[in-house]
């Protein structure tokens, strides 16, 4: 069993920043994919971007360039920046953790086996 929880949502503007974070315990930290998710309102959970344990990351089109995934196998935490936040990018954000796995992470939520409860972000115009 792998506990998360997420830190660090909020509310802000348009154009602006929120850094958001997730702890792990377990002792197969470092051995797992983790992946930040995300679900608006009446839409269905779509991936943001993934890390494996070779740090090899994967990100939606729509957040790249904007959005950067990170992770501290020391600490057990994964972290997401998230900079010139759009409206559209409004939702309830959760951490997931993969299976012990050696294979590139994938933005399916099919992929990954534990979830946080999630954190809210809501930009505003």
């Known amino acids: 069993q792998v506990r998360l929880v997420e830190s660090g949502g909020g509310s802000v503007q348009a154009g602006g920043s929120l850094r958001l974070s997730c702890a792990a315990d377990?002792?197969?930290?470092?051995?797992?994919?983790m992946g930040w998710f995300r679900q608006a309102p009446g839409k269905e959970r779509e991936g943001v971007a993934c890390i494996d344990p070779f740090v090899n990351s994967n990100y939606a089109d729509s957040v790249k360039g904007r959005f950067t995934i990170s992770r501290n196998n020391a600490k057990k935490t994964l972290d997401l920046q998230m900079n010139n936040l759009d409206p559209g990018d409004t939702a309830m954000y959760s951490c997931a953790a993969t299976a012990v796995t050696a294979t590139r992470c994938s933005l399916s939520p099919q992929s990954f086996n534990f979830w946080g409860q999630g954190t809210q972000v809501t930009v505003s115009s």
């Open positions: 377990g002792s197969t930290f470092n051995s797992r994919s």
